[in-house]
């Protein structure tokens, strides 16, 4: 188990390590045309979960969310302390 700030702390050192095999690193090579498009997806599944799965689906789809909001952060080169300071 992890919090969202130690999953950012992961995907910061696996975009300086880049180990093979890494999905950050291959969701970082990717683009953020193709980052965006996985958030949207996300999201959406999010949405259906919330509407028809269940509490641990929607956790599920909420966990691979949150990594991609974050993935998209880290190509941007933002901080978790850049959205905090919105919070
Ligand atoms: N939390 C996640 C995480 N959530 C989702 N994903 C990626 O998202 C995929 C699942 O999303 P999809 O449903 O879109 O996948 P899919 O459609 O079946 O397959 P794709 O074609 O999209 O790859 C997984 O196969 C992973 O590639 C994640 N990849 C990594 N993490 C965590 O990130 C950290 C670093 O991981 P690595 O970079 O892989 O070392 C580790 O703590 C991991 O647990």
Same mark, same amino acid.
């Given at each position: 188990?992890?919090?969202? /700030?130690?999953?950012?702390?992961? =995907? ?8 093979d ?18 958030? =949207? ?13 269940? /509490? ?12 991609? =909001?974050?993935?998209i =952060?880290?190509?941007?080169?933002l ?9």
């Amino acid at each position: 188990m992890k919090t969202f /700030d130690e999953l950012f702390t992961e =995907l910061l050192q696996r975009a300086d390590s880049r180990p093979d095999g890494s999905s950050t690193v291959a969701a970082l090579d990717a683009g953020i045309h193709a980052q965006g498009k996985k958030v =949207l997806e996300e999201a959406g599944e999010v949405w259906i979960a919330a509407e028809h799965e269940s /509490d641990e689906q929607l956790a599920e789809e909420a966990s691979q969310l949150l990594y991609r =909001l974050q993935v998209i =952060l880290l190509a941007r080169g933002l901080s978790l302390d850049d959205v905090y300071r919105y919070l």
